[in-house]
C-alpha cells in the first residue's frame, strides 16, 4: 500500500482548484447557514448560474470578465428571485423549496429548449482563454513545491484561486463583525424576537442569501475556469451536499471554518479514493466484494456518514466553540 | 429557529436488547444480501435506447413498451421492456456473440421500423463486463402517427402508475414527519432498497418469482425503518437533537445508503427478469402495459388497507393521535415511543412496496429513490405534510401531472414539472391541500 | 399615582369603555382558528401611561390578542390604532418601530449572542445595520452610542455584570430583565409584556414590579399579561378581563375582584362544559 502517494494526492487535491472552488462557495453557504441560519439547500444553483454566466457570455462575443461579471450579477438575481417567495418559509419548507427550485434550473439549463445559451447537455467549453493567457508561469512546465510538482497552468490558478478565497474571506470577516453581521446572528437564533425589535428580518435574509449566492458563484466561475469546460452534470445536488458538509467540518458560523473545512475535505476525499483503489487491486477481500468502480464510490458513502458523525459528535466542526453549535442545538 | 418545528419526547432508556435485535437483523439481512450479491455484481449486457426521430431541431422522441429479446443460437438468454425513457437492458450471463431482435408487433401504432426486414441484428459481440449498446432505426409518425386519444389515454394510465408508486412511497415519509417532525431526506434509499432487495431474490441467487421476492423486501424495509427509529432517531431526539438537525443527519444517511448502493451494484439500470419482457397491448384504442395496470390495482389496494389500518384498528388510531397532539396522547396513555417505532416500520416497509413497483414498470437503479424524492416531496407538500391521505392524494395529481404534461413540454422536463407544482404550492398554501393552517405562538 | 392612573378615576367600569386619552383602541377584531372562536373583542381602550393588567383564564385569548395587535397574526377582521394611527397589517417589526413592542410568554433571549449584544441589537438607529454602511465602513460611532445606551440599561436592571455573558447562561429572572432591558432599548411608547412574572421566583417578582411601575413613571404604558391576582391588585392600574376571546369586564383592580362575572368566567371554565385547549 502505497501511503505516501495517496497522502501526496490527497495534499494535491487539498489545494487545488476544486478545492478553491469549495472554499469559495462554503464562504457564500456559511454567510446563509453558518451565520444567518437560513437552510439553503440549493446552493449548487449559485455556483451553476455563476459558471454558465460567465461561459455563455464568452459564447456569445463578450470578454471573460464580462462573463465573470454577468455570472455573478445572476446570482445575486437568482437570490432575489429565490428568496422573495421562499424566504418567509419554515426553515425544512426552505430546504424542500431550495433544493427543488435548484433541479428545475439545472434540468431547464440541460433541456434541448434552452440549448442555444446554454449548450443543453453538452455545455459549453473553451471560453476561459484570456484568463489562461495572463499566466506568467509556462502552462506545460513542471513546478516543485516541495515534493509535489505542479504544472504552470496549474499553479497560476492556485495562487490567484487562493488570493480570491482570502480576499472573499476577509470582506465576510468584515461584514461579520459589524451590527448587520449581529442582526444576522439575532434572526439565526430567533427570528420572531428579532422582529418584535423593530428590525425588518426579510430584508436581511434577504441579503445573506443573495450576497452568500454571489459569493457562490465565485466559486462556480473559478472552476469553470480552470476547467474550460460548464455541463449540468457537474451541478447536481450532491455538491450542494458536499458544500455543507465542507461548512459543517471546518466550522459553522466561523470566518475561517469554509477554507479548512474545503482543504481537509478534498484531502481526506482524495486520500480515501487512493487508498480505495490501491485496496480494491491489492487487498484480497476488498476486491472480491468491490470492482474498480465500486471502490471509487466508497469516498461518497464516507462523505455521508461523515457528515452524520459531525453532526452527532462534533457539530462545531474544527473551528467552532462547542457552546455555540450550529442549527437548532 | 422555529419552535414549532421542534417536538420533543421525554426521555426514555431504550433496553438494551432492543437495540441489539435491531443490529442482529440488519446483520442478518446484510449477510443474506452479500452472499447473493457476486451472483449480481460483475455483468455485462446488452441494452440501448429506443426513440423515434422526430421533427427537424426537435429531440428524439422516446418509445416506450416495446419488447427486444436476445437469443443465443436458437435459444432465449433474456428480454426486456423499453421504459418511459425508451430504455432497454437485458444482462446475458457470459461474454460472446448474441443475436437481438426487435418485436414489431409491440410497436405503439404509427411508429415502425426503418427498415422492417432489420428486426433482428446477429452476431452481436459483448466482451467481459461490458454492456454493448445496439440500435433499431425507428421511423414513420412524429406526432401524426399516434391519435391524441391514444396518447391521452396511455400518458392517463402511465400517469396514475407514477402516481402510485409516489403515493406508496412517500405515505411514509408524511406520517414520519407528522409524528416526529421529522422532514427523512434518506427516504429516498428505503424506496431504492426495496427494488434491490427483491431483485437480489429474484434474479440473483433463490431465483424466486417476483411476488415471493418481494416478501424479504418488504420484511427487510419494515425492519429497517424499526430499526433506523431504535437505533439513530429515537436516541438522537432523546439526546435533544433538533430537528433541523435531524433532516441534515437524513441527507447524510440518503447519501451514504445510496454510494453503498452504487458500489455494491454498479450503475447499470436492471429489469426483473419476470416482467422485463411485457410489452404494451391494445385496449379500447390505446395501448397499455398490463403490469402498470397491475401496480396500480394493486397500489390502490394497499393505500385503502392502509387508510382502514388508520382509521378502524387500535394502532392506526394511536397514531393519528400521536401525530395530533402528542402530549395529550402520551398522557392519555399512549405509549409514544412505541407508536413512532410502528410509523417507521409503516413507512419503511410502504416504500419498499413501492421500490418493488418503481423496479417493475421502469428499471431498478441506485439513484431511483433520489430520482424519486423531490416528487416525493412534491406530492406530500402538496397533499398535506403529515396526513396519510395527503399523500396518496398528492403522489396521484403530482404522477399524472408529471405524464402529462409531456404533451406540453419536452419529455426532459417532466420531472421539472412536478417540483415547480412544489413550489407554487409552498409558497401559496403551505399546509397542502389537505392540511390544517397552523397557529403562531 | 401617575397622570395616566389619575385620569381614570371617574371612568365606568365596564368592558369597552371609553378612556379619556387612550394610546391603543381596538375595534372590531376577531380570529378564529378551526371552528374555534380565539378572539373577539369589539371595543378595548388602553388609557396612555398606566399599567395595565390583562387577565383571563386559560385559553382566553389573551397571547392570541398580543400576536394580532403586535402584528405576529392575522385578524380576520377589525382595526386598531396607536396614537390614532391605524396599524392594522403592518409587519411586525414596523409596528415596533412604531412604538408598540412587546415580549413573549416563554422568554426570547437570543442565547448565543452576548447579553450586551442582545441589548445593543435593539438600537432602532444603528447605522450599521445596513449592509451598505457595513461594507464601506463609518458605523463605529452609532455601535458606540447604542453601547453606552446599552450599558446604561444593563445596570438600570441589574444586569451588567453579566454584559460579556452568554445569554443562553442567563437564569429565568435574568432572561426576564435582560428582555425588559432590549424592550427599553427600543424606545418604546407601549410595552406589551406577556405574563412577564412567570417561572420567576419570588424574590425576583418584587424587583420587576418595581421595574414595571417604573416603566410606567417614565411616562411609557404598559399592558401586561398575568395569572397572579395579586400582583395584579398591587400594580395596575387597570384591569381588563378576557374571557372566550371577549372582553367580559374592565375596571379597577378592587372593582374586579368582587365582580360576580369575573368569578363566574375562572370557575365557569372549568366546571361542565368540555375543555377548551390553548
Known amino acids: ?329 | 429557529m422555529d419552535e414549532r418545528s421542534s417536538r420533543r419526547y421525554p426521555f426514555r432508556p431504550v433496553p438494551g436488547t432492543v437495540r441489539i435485535r435491531a443490529f442482529a437483523l440488519i446483520a442478518l439481512f446484510s449477510g443474506l444480501i452479500l452472499q447473493a450479491l457476486p451472483a449480481v455484481a460483475q455483468e455485462q449486457a446488452i441494452g440501448g435506447t429506443l426513440s423515434q426521430r422526430a421533427e427537424e431541431g426537435e429531440d428524439p422522441v422516446p418509445v416506450e413498451g416495446v419488447v427486444i429479446t436476445v437469443t443465443q443460437d436458437g435459444n432465449e438468454v433474456g428480454s426486456a421492456t423499453t421504459d418511459a425513457e425508451g430504455n432497454w437492458t437485458v444482462p446475458v450471463p457470459a461474454p460472446g456473440d448474441y443475436d437481438v431482435a426487435l418485436d414489431a408487433s409491440t410497436l405503439p401504432p404509427g411508429v415502425t421500423l426503418s427498415d422492417p426486414e432489420r428486426s433482428e441484428l446477429t452476431d452481436v459481440n459483448v466482451r467481459p463486463g461490458q454492456t454493448r449498446r445496439v440500435i433499431f432505426q425507428l421511423g414513420g409518425g412524429g406526432a401524426g402517427g399516434t391519435s391524441t386519444w391514444d396518447r391521452v389515454a396511455s400518458l392517463v394510465v402511465v400517469g396514475l402508475k407514477l402516481g402510485a408508486i409516489i403515493a406508496l412511497s412517500s405515505v411514509g415519509l408524511s406520517l414520519i414527519f407528522g409524528v416526529t417532525g421529522l422532514v427523512n431526506f434518506s427516504h429516498a434509499e428505503l424506496v431504492t432498497l426495496g427494488a434491490f432487495i427483491a431483485y437480489v431474490f429474484h434474479a440473483g441467487g433463490p431465483r424466486w418469482p417476483l411476488v415471493v421476492a418481494a416478501l424479504p423486501a418488504v420484511l427487510f424495509g419494515v425492519t429497517f425503518g424499526w430499526g433506523q427509529e431504535k437505533v439513530l432517531w429515537g436516541p438522537l431526539r432523546r439526546r435533544g437533537m433538533g430537528v433541523l438537525t435531524m433532516m441534515v443527519v437524513s441527507i447524510g444517511l440518503g447519501f451514504a445508503l445510496r454510494f453503498l448502493i452504487l458500489a455494491f451494484f454498479g450503475g447499470l439500470p436492471r429489469a426483473y427478469p419476470d416482467f422485463a419482457s411485457q410489452g404494451a397491448v391494445a385496449f379500447l384504442g390505446f395501448s397499455v402495459v398490463p403490469k402498470h395496470v397491475v401496480a396500480i390495482v394493486a397500489a390502490l389496494v394497499i393505500l385503502g388497507g392502509v387508510g382502514l389500518f388508520l382509521e378502524r384498528t387500535l394502532a392506526g388510531t394511536a397514531l393519528r393521535a400521536v401525530r395530533d397532539n402528542p402530549d395529550l396522547a402520551e398522557s392519555s396513555g399512549i405509549a409514544v415511543d412505541r407508536v413512532v417505532a410502528l410509523t417507521w416500520a409503516l413507512g419503511a416497509g410502504l416504500a419498499a412496496i413501492g421500490g418493488v413497483f418503481f423496479g417493475v414498470t421502469e428499471s431498478v437503479q441506485w439513484s431511483m429513490g433520489f430520482d424519486l424524492l423531490l416528487l416525493m416531496f412534491a406530492a406530500v407538500v402538496l397533499g398535506g405534510l403529515g396526513t396519510a391521505y395527503g399523500a396518496m392524494l398528492g403522489g396521484f395529481v403530482v404522477g399524472i401531472s408529471v405524464e402529462m404534461s409531456t404533451l406540453f413540454f419536452p419529455n426532459e422536463l417532466k420531472n421539472a414539472v412536478g417540483l415547480v407544482l412544489l413550489i407554487i404550492m409552498l409558497i401559496w398554501r403551505p399546509q397542502g391541500l389537505l392540511g390544517v393552517r397552523e397557529r403562531i405562538g | 399615582m401617575a397622570d395616566g392612573a389619575a385620569a381614570l378615576t371617574g371612568v365606568a367600569p365596564r368592558p369597552g369603555v371609553a378612556k379619556p386619552d387612550p394610546i391603543l383602541v381596538v375595534e372590531g377584531v376577531t380570529r378564529s382558528f378551526g371552528g374555534l372562536q380565539a378572539v373577539d373583542v369589539s371595543h378595548l381602550e388602553v388609557q396612555r401611561n398606566t399599567v395595565t393588567a390583562l387577565i383571563g383564564p386559560n385559553g382566553a385569548g389573551k397571547t392570541t390578542l398580543f400576536n394580532l395587535l403586535t402584528g405576529f397574526d392575522q385578524a380576520d377582521s377589525g382595526s386598531w390604532s396607536l396614537n390614532g394611527g391605524p396599524i392594522v397589517g403592518i409587519p411586525a417589526y414596523q409596528v415596533a418601530r412604531r412604538g408598540m413592542v412587546r415580549t413573549f410568554q416563554l422568554t426570547r433571549a437570543l442565547p448565543r449572542l452576548t447579553v450586551l449584544d442582545n441589548v445593543v441589537l435593539a438600537d432602532p438607529h444603528n447605522p450599521g445595520e445596513s449592509l451598505w454602511r457595513a461594507l464601506i465602513g463609518g458605523w463605529r460611532r452609532g455601535e458606540e452610542e447604542a453601547t453606552v445606551k446599552a450599558k446604561a440599561l444593563l445596570e438600570r436592571f441589574g444586569l451588567e455584570h453579566m454584559a460579556d455573558e452568554y445569554a443562553g447562561s442567563l437564569s429565568g429572572g435574568q432572561r426576564k430583565l435582560l428582555e425588559l432591558a432590549r424592550a427599553m432599548m427600543v424606545e418604546p411608547e407601549l410595552i406589551m409584556l406577556d405574563e412577564p412574572m412567570a417561572g420567576i421566583n419570588p424574590a425576583l417578582t418584587q424587583q420587576l414590579l418595581t421595574h414595571i411601575t417604573g416603566l410606567r413613571d417614565e411616562g411609557k404604558t404598559v399592558i401586561f399579561v398575568e395569572h397572579d391576582m395579586d400582583v395584579v391588585q398591587e400594580i395596575s392600574d387597570w384591569v381588563v378581563v378576557l374571557a372566550e376571546g371577549q372582553v367580559i369586564a374592565e375596571g379597577t383592580p378592587s372593582s374586579i375582584a368582587g365582580n360576580p362575572d369575573v368569578i363566574e368566567a375562572y370557575l365557569g371554565a372549568h366546571r361542565g362544559k368540555a375543555v377548551e385547549d390553548e
Open chain 1, 1 to 329: 500500500m502505497d501511503w505516501s502517494g495517496a497522502i501526496t494526492n490527497g495534499i494535491i487535491s487539498a489545494l487545488g482548484p476544486v478545492a478553491i472552488a469549495y472554499a469559495v462557495s462554503a464562504i457564500g453557504l456559511n454567510l446563509q447557514f453558518g451565520f444567518t441560519g437560513l437552510l439553503n439547500f440549493g446552493h449548487v444553483a449559485f455556483m451553476m448560474v455563476g459558471a454558465y454566466g460567465t461561459a455563455a457570455t464568452v459564447e456569445a462575443g463578450g470578454s471573460l470578465w464580462l462573463g465573470i461579471g454577468v455570472g455573478i450579477l445572476a446570482a445575486v438575481v437568482l437570490g432575489l428571485l429565490l428568496g422573495l417567495p421562499t424566504l418567509r418559509l419554515r426553515a425544512d419548507y426552505l430546504a424542500i423549496t431550495t433544493i427543488a427550485a435548484a433541479e428545475t434550473l439545472r434540468l431547464l439549463v440541460r433541456s434541448p429548449v434552452t440549448r442555444s445559451v446554454t449548450g443543453g447537455v453538452f455545455g459549453i467549453q473553451g471560453f476561459a482563454e484570456e484568463f489562461h493567457a495572463l499566466n506568467p508561469f509556462g502552462a506545460s512546465t513542471g513546478y516543485a513545491i516541495g515534493p509535489l510538482v505542479v504544472s504552470g497552468r496549474r499553479l497560476f490558478v492556485m495562487i490567484v484561486g487562493w488570493t480570491v478565497v482570502l480576499i472573499l474571506a476577509l470582506i465576510v470577516r468584515r461584514l461579520v463583525k459589524s451590527p448587520w453581521g449581529r442582526l444576522l446572528k439575532a434572526i439565526r437564533e430567533d427570528e420572531d424576537a428579532t422582529r418584535s425589535l423593530g428590525k425588518n428580518v426579510f430584508v436581511a435574509k434577504l441579503q445573506a442569501l443573495a450576497l452568500g449566492g454571489a459569493l457562490a458563484s465565485v466559486g462556480g466561475v473559478l472552476l469553470a475556469i480552470e476547467q474550460q469546460n460548464v455541463s449540468p452534470d457537474s451541478f447536481l445536488p450532491q455538491v450542494t451536499f458536499i458544500i455543507y458538509v465542507v461548512v459543517i467540518l471546518g466550522g459553522a458560523g466561523t470566518i475561517w471554518g469554509p477554507m479548512l473545512g474545503a482543504v481537509i475535505f478534498q484531502f481526506f476525499f482524495y486520500f480515501v479514493d487512493s487508498v480505495m483503489r490501491q485496496a480494491q487491486a491489492n487487498v484480497s477481500w476488498v476486491g472480491a466484494i468491490l470492482d474498480s468502480a465500486g471502490a471509487a464510490q466508497i469516498r461518497f458513502v464516507l462523505v455521508g456518514l461523515g457528515l452524520m458523525a459531525l453532526l452527532v459528535f462534533r457539530p462545531q466542526g474544527m473551528l467552532g466553540s462547542r457552546r455555540e453549535a450550529l442549527v437548532d442545538g
